[in-house]
């Protein structure tokens, strides 16, 4: 008896401190985070950058899994008209092409050094109902996020992100 005592002790013990860890790697993604760099690296060594090469952005991180983030090319022009509903096509256009936001929940998978995004919403409709998958890797107060694309113009590559967090 004693020895089956000690094995669940010992069980519980392991799950104990699996779980920490596991609130540990989540814990270290809640806060504000400002965008630092944005781009895809083809598998021919060409970097491209969506949202040009001084993007601006910001991702917010709960403690209870929810998440919102929102990426900008950083020289939007403003339309002409002071009226949102005053813009030309090609303006609206240019907004849409030039940012992306999408919030939902997110899950951190530790062992894998891996964040899942479960998009509730999305400017771009597509990922509404979708899970988005990214590496993660922490260095001091900054984040790289980044994932395997199929084909960016044609060709294989890297997503990378860079964000660094902002001070409480």
Do not use: C
């Amino acid at each position: 008896m004693k020895f089956i005592k000690r094995i669940l002790f010992a069980a519980l013990l392991y799950l104990s401190a699996a779980a920490m860890a596991a609130d540990g790697a989540a814990q270290s993604f809640v806060g504000v985070w400002k965008l630092q760099w944005f781009g895809f690296i083809r598998s021919n060594g060409q970097t491209k950058y969506p949202f040009g090469e001084h993007p601006d952005g910001v991702v917010v991180y709960d403690a209870k899994g929810r998440m919102s983030t929102q990426i900008t090319r950083g020289n939007i022009p403003p339309f002409l008209s002071e009226e949102r509903d005053g813009a030309s096509d090609e303006e609206v256009r240019n907004a849409y092409e030039g940012f992306i936001g999408y919030y939902g929940t997110y899950e951190v998978d530790d062992s894998q050094r891996l964040v899942t995004f479960h998009i509730a919403g999305s400017s771009f409709p597509n990922w509404v109902g979708k899970t988005l998958k990214r590496h993660y890797e922490f260095e001091g107060g900054r984040l790289t996020l980044t994932t395997e694309l199929k084909s960016v113009e044609g060709a294989p590559a890297i997503l990378i992100q860079v964000w660094d967090k902002l001070a409480d």
